[in-house]
């Protein structure tokens, strides 16, 4: 359950920042200044990935390898490499 908080924590900081580049836009703000704080939000989601990720490979990759699911196993890791 404090994954959980912990995850949910993450994105609620990560909302304040995209609000605040949202805000940024909208004054004008130096465009330097605006990519900064956008790069900081795409490493905080990487971060809550890699978090997600682990608590999967944790819990359900294990629970897929014990039932001999190794299809779905790659099926679904591969996935993520698909994104268009």
Do not use: P, W
Request: some cysteine; overall charge positive.
């Amino acid at each position: 359950m404090e994954d959980k908080k912990q995850k949910l924590h993450r994105i609620r900081i990560i909302r304040g920042h995209i609000e605040a580049i949202e805000r940024m836009i909208e004054q004008d703000a130096y465009c330097i200044d605006v990519v900064h704080q956008s790069l900081a939000v795409q490493k905080a989601l990487k971060k809550l990935d890699m978090a997600i990720m682990a608590g999967h490979i944790q819990n359900c990759v294990i629970d897929q390898a014990r039932s001999g699911d190794f299809k779905k196993i790659t099926e679904e890791l591969m996935a993520i490499y698909q994104y268009k």
